[in-house]
């Protein structure tokens, strides 16, 4: 049996490593870090996709060790109380293997989080790489958009950044992590495109909505 | 918000006609109302003079609040839209449908309309949000219903059929009740039909074996998680018909219930035959429709009841062959590099099921000794022991299932995407109706150079994610592409789509306000006559804007 091996897998260390890597040099995806992240005066990636901003890492950070926090104060109460909670004996290292893997995952995901996501806007649509473990490559053509929120957290806002909220018919799809005039202004851009979209589309299409076959029975009434 | 265009025009009014519900919906809900207080009241320990007096009282007093519920209700239809407006002096309500917004019509008869001689007419908007409730129910009288349906068919659906037309078109394929009842049986999923089995051989285990009311328990779980659901489908599906006139399709069907629905072939998100296994090693499938804005009990209609799967595959060319194309034979399956991925996946979760299993083992076992009956030690010991064993063979079988049977495979108008294992369900789904879609590459999925995809559609029940196979990124990334080629290049437009619902014709349906019920109640002051403007409308609201721009919301 044989598989056909993707390109970016030629001559990179095994999938182990891939997967829990995340140095200086390479990117965890096999990706190399300087190549692929590089950006120009525009701030553009090589494909033309924008990376999060350094302040992303710091608001990723704080909400992580609030989550690790929790996470070890509940893990530690568990451990603690055995006889309340149940007499398994093995509560206390499933509660300290718990503890060890969000402790673990809250330290090193905001690293690759920040690293791996990419956003583009186009004229037609706004694609979104983003994941940890799974990487998702997200893709939502501008004339599904119903509505373009901007959110900030009380986190976000201490270091003066804002999530964009873009809502379709089918679901919601976010871009994290940007600097509040970006926000605001990708937002306002959006909005454009979907009116734009529509005016261009007006100059041959029926005029009144709201009679749509009636492009002739309007017609016949203003007679 | 943005503004609308600067082509939009203001909606005027030109006419149209005003209505109630008919007065019997007053005598079928006070009915139910008593029924409800009397039975808690039979609950409750003290029955006696003074609480069926208060019992009294209270049905008098929900007869009146209905009353003033019932005059202080009215639904106005014009040529352009259903206008219901809901005075009830403390709180006003004022809900517009626009018909392009009508996701179907759909007429309902149950137990008190057809003592009463009326229907109920269901008018469901094209959104996820009433997929429980229609957005509003109109009872007419039974002639008054058809008529206005009619009339409504012709302006929403481009389909100038009368009731009794629509009574002589037969159905497109031929499905006896005998079908039904075995399409209520074998149309079932596997789980559910697995679980019937299981319920039904603890309930003879039980029988036999234990006497401290297991079987009463098995009995209960068993009618009221299968028997009961069967029986409801076959009520629901008797005297089943579909037909399509124009760009509408309707289906009839229900045996104590007459239900008629229709809706338009630009509102179906996706069509798919699904086969259930055992439904698939008698060769037989199901064909069903996702339409949004159905509402109303059946969120995802029924075009056929199980038939030979060659019999599904031919009414689904017939019946809607803008979304259905012929796949090439052996495309669009799984790569041989989705296998190994999948053979690992099993292994992971195959080792999981045991530490599961293994861990509950032994913090039951002590609790065993001299606790339990040994039948219930049996019970136990087989859970524990038998289950696992079960679940990690499923598991490896699905993997095989998945490789044989998972395709992806783009069409003109649609993309087929085969889905499930034991239960396969062919998908056709239609580019127009993707709101957006994700590729999703997994840590050993990265290994092997492949990803599925996920595309977010809307559903009758609000969000729905339809997941693929395993298939090389690139082309799961084609679906997103070609969904955005379509808008792009003018295939897809929601000018388009509104003329291929409301199709140019020559010769215009007659107006609303030439509608004529015998019913005088039905009629009020502005019968006939033609209303103001009203000026909130003299440019696009919010709502109509959102409407116009977004068909399938």
Known sequence: ?223 | MPEPPSGIEPVLQTGGVTMRNHPTVLVGQTVTYAIVLFVILLMSSSVGTRSLLVLCVLIALLFLYNLFVWRRTTYTFTDSELHVCRNLMVTKSDNYIHYTRLASVTVRRDIFNVIFGTSTLLFNVNTSVNAVQAEARLVLERSDADELRDRLNAWAFSAEVTREEEAAIETMIAVSNRDIVLNAILGQTTAQQAYGLLMLVYAVASLFYDSSGGFLLAVLLLVFGYVFPLAANIIRYYNYRVFRVGDRVTVESGFLTHTRRSFAIGKVNSVRVRTPLLARLLGRAVLEAEVVGIGDEDTRPLLCPLKKRAEVEDLLGRLMPELHFRAPEDSGGQPRSALPVMAISCLVAAVLVAALFWALMSYVAPLMEGELSPFGRSLVVTFLVALPAIIVALLIVRVFLAQRHRAVCMGPESVLVVHGTYDLSYEYVNYDKVQYTEVTEGPLDRVFGVAHCDLHMMSAVGFRSLSTGLFEPEQLRRISDEVNARIADGRYDYRRYLRSIYQESGDLPKPFYSLSFRTAWARDSTWGSTPAPRASRSRCTTATWHAWRSPTA
């Open chain 1, 1 to 223: 049996m044989t598989f056909s091996k993707p390109s970016w897998r030629r001559g990179i260390p095994p999938p182990v490593l891939i997967i829990l890597y995340s140095g200086a040099d390479a990117h965890p995806m096999g990706l190399s870090t300087r190549s692929e992240f590089a950006v120009d005066e525009n701030g553009l990636t090589a494909d033309g996709y924008r990376r999060l901003v350094p302040a992303s890492r710091k608001s990723m950070y704080l909400s992580r060790v609030i989550v690790a926090a929790v996470v070890v104060v509940i893990c530690a109460v568990a451990a603690a109380n055995t006889d309340v909670i149940g007499s398994w004996p093995g509560t206390p290292y499933l509660a300290a293997v718990i503890a060890v893997v969000v402790v673990v995952y809250c330290a090193v995901s905001p690293e690759i989080y920040y690293r791996r996501y990419r956003y583009r806007i186009d004229d037609d649509k706004v694609e979104i790489r983003k994941g940890i473990v799974y990487i998702t490559h997200s893709m939502v053509p501008v004339e599904r958009i119903h509505q373009v929120d901007v959110s900030r957290g009380p986190i976000n806002r201490m270091f003066g950044l804002a999530d964009v909220l873009i809502t379709t018919a089918g679901g919601t799809v976010s871009i994290q992590y940007l600097e509040e005039p970006v926000a605001e202004e990708i937002a306002t851009s959006l909005n454009q495109s979907v009116v734009g979209m529509l005016r261009e589309r007006d100059r041959w299409g029926p005029t009144c909505p709201s009679h749509p076959r009636a492009s002739s029975r309007c017609c016949r009434r203003a007679a």
